[in-house]
C-alpha cells in the first residue's frame, strides 16, 4: 500500500490533490513546492498541470492518457522519494511602494486600529520579508506570509467596487498586492507602480510560489519614474 495514501484525493475525473498538511506553514509548503518542481523537472505523461497552494498541490491530468490508478501509482513513488529533498531557494524581489493618500485610503484606519502612527505602521510593514504561499484570486494575485501581527487590520464591511492595479492591502493578517483594477475588501495602505501581472511580458506574472518579497518606501517622485520606466520585460523570482 502506498505510504501516502491518506494525501491523495480526487478532485472529479481529471485532477486531484496532494494534501500535505492542515495548516499554514513554511514546512507543509516547502513540501508543495518540492512536489511541484519535481513534477515541472519531470513530467509524468498526461499531467497537464500542478498548481501549488498553501498545503496541497493539485495536479490536473489527462484521464485518457493515465488512469487513476497510474497516476495514484506515479505519485505515490514521488512521494516516496522526497523524503531527504527541499525545494530551490526562490529569489527575492523587492516592491517600492507609495504609502498612505489617495494611493493608501485606509492607512489612517489601520493605524487607528492598531494604536500606532501612521508612519509606524509603513516602518513595520515594510520591514518585513514576505514568503509567497501561492498566487489566485486574479492573475498574479500573491497570498503572503509573514505580515507582523500588530498592524493587522479587519477586510472593509462593503468591498470596493474598483481597486486600482497595484494597491498593496492588509486583511487581518494578511498583505498582499492586486496585480489588476478589480473589486476588493482589503484595507487600501499603498500602491506599487510595479506590473505584477502584464500579459505582453514573455514572463507574463512577476511572483510565483516560493518567492520572498519585501515593501520598500518611495516617494512620489519615485513613484511616477519607476512607472514611467514599467514595460520593460520583467523575469518572475
Known amino acids: 500500500m502506498c505510504p501516502a495514501e491518506d494525501m491523495i484525493h480526487p478532485l472529479g475525473d481529471a485532477a486531484l490533490a496532494v494534501e500535505f498538511g492542515q495548516s499554514i506553514d513554511p514546512e507543509i509548503n516547502d513540501q508543495v513546492r518540492t512536489l511541484h518542481e519535481d513534477l515541472q523537472a519531470n513530467p509524468l505523461l498526461g499531467v497537464v498541470e500542478t498548481v501549488p497552494t498553501y498545503r496541497s498541490l493539485v495536479v490536473y491530468y489527462r484521464p485518457d492518457l493515465i488512469s487513476w490508478e497510474g497516476i495514484h501509482r506515479a505519485l505515490c513513488q514521488r512521494l516516496q522519494g522526497m523524503a531527504h529533498t527541499s525545494p530551490a531557494p526562490g529569489g527575492t524581489v523587492e516592491i517600492p511602494v507609495l504609502y498612505g493618500g489617495g494611493e493608501g485610503p485606509d492607512l489612517p484606519f489601520v493605524a487607528q486600529h492598531a494604536g500606532l502612527e501612521e508612519e509606524d505602521v509603513i516602518r513595520i510593514h515594510s520591514q518585513g520579508i514576505y514568503r509567497v504561499y501561492m498566487l489566485g484570486f486574479s492573475p498574479g494575485f500573491p497570498y503572503l506570509g509573514g505580515m507582523d501581527s500588530r498592524i493587522a487590520a479587519p477586510r472593509l464591511e462593503t468591498p ?15 498583505t498582499g498586492v492586486y496585480p489588476l483594477a478589480s473589486p476588493g475588501g482589503w484595507r487600501l495602505i499603498g500602491r506599487t507602480p510595479l506590473r505584477l ?12 510560489a516560493g518567492c520572498s518579497l519585501r515593501f520598500r518606501p518611495v516617494t512620489r517622485g519615485e513613484f511616477e519614474q519607476i512607472a514611467q520606466e514599467e514595460g520593460h520585460d520583467e523575469s518572475s523570482c
Open 160 to 174: 470596493r467596487l474598483q481597486i486600482p492595479a497595484g494597491s498593496v492591502g492588509i486583511a487581518g493578517e494578511q
Open 197 to 208: 501581472y502584464d500579459p505582453q511580458r514573455p514572463h507574463p506574472i512577476l511572483l510565483r
